[in-house]
């Protein structure tokens, strides 16, 4: 069975917020693959399918963001180790409309990924980051993650959750490596 976490914050005031793409990118895997995500398990929300033949078992925290490892902690036995785990997350150093795999690697500050760190005790997890990273400068960073996208973010936030659901599915039938080659482009500021 794989892993796959969408990290965001729980509650209808942050369901379209920029800090929830990952929710909004496993969501979106789910009902392309007819999966429903509503039994309560591990403090998170989960579904459980097949998606390509693959056993899945879909998490969306509900500890808010900072507090995510809890739940990824809770829920990794289900599976066979941090190398079945797939967490999908916001990054705000990355443009908006790109989306970077990576094989393992430090927080890079984001709290979510600090926390399921801390509770893994290893930094050997594979990632997918969503940019939400605006074309002007972010002066109050906490603000920004917890706001809505603009009419025009939001077009561009479609595309890139359609690409990101096409690179889950790559991960769960080709692996991390195949879906570096195919998504990773190069990012121009």
């Given amino acids: 069975m ?5 990290l965001g914050n729980p509650g209808f005031r942050y369901r379209r917020s920029r800090h929830n793409v990952g929710f909004m990118a496993v969501e979106a895997l789910a009902r392309k693959n007819g999966i429903r995500i509503k039994k309560k398990l591990f403090n998170a ?14 998490l969306l925290p509900q500890t808010y963001m900072n507090l995510s490892g809890e739940s990824v902690k809770a829920a990794i ?5 941090s190398s079945d785990l797939l967490l999908i997350y916001d990054d705000i150093d990355l443009p908006l409309g790109n989306i970077r ?7 890079g500050g984001h709290k979510g990924i600090h926390s399921v760190i801390d509770k893994l005790k290893t ?6 980051r969503i940019g939400i990273r605006p074309d002007k400068k972010v002066y109050d960073t906490t603000d920004f993650v917890l706001r809505s996208f603009s009419k025009t973010e939001k077009e561009i936030l479609n595309n890139i959750i359609r690409e990101a ?7 769960l ?3 991390i490596d195949e879906c570096m080659e195919r998504f990773n482009r190069k990012i121009t500021d």
């Fill in 77 to 81: 036995g289900t599976v066979g180790g």
């Fill in 101 to 107: 795999f990576r094989a393992k690697g430090s927080s």
């Fill in 45 to 58: 929300l989960t579904g459980e399918g097949r998606i390509f033949g693959e056993k899945v078992l879909l």
């Fill in 173 to 175: 039938s080709s692996g």
């Fill in 123 to 128: 930094e050997d997890m594979q990632r997918l």
């Fill in 165 to 171: 659901v096409e690179g889950i599915e790559v991960w």
């Fill in 2 to 6: 794989k892993l796959i976490v969408g």
